[in-house]
């Protein structure tokens, strides 16, 4: 994900890879420090399939707080 600022506005949404052809399932829109709280709250099985959508750029959750 490309630099960007704990109060930049995302996208928090689940992927559900069982449903036929997937379905997006959005979480919450707002600051990325909240989508980032939200997330951590949810069961290891949900954030598997957590990502986060800013205007340019697209990153699992997951991935993201490895680095």
């Known amino acids: 994900m490309r630099s960007t600022g704990d109060s930049v506005s ?3 949404y689940h992927l559900d890879g069982e449903a036929e052809g ?7 829109y ?5 989508a980032l ?4 709250q949810q ?3 949900v954030q598997e399939g957590l990502f986060i959508a800013t205007d340019n750029d697209v990153v699992a959750y997951l991935d993201l707080i490895e680095t």
């Open 37 to 40: 709280r939200l997330a951590d």
């Open 43 to 45: 069961p290891a099985e």
């Open 10 to 12: 995302v996208r928090l």
């Open 22 to 28: 997937g379905a997006a399932s959005t979480l919450f």
């Open 30 to 34: 707002g600051p990325l420090v909240e």
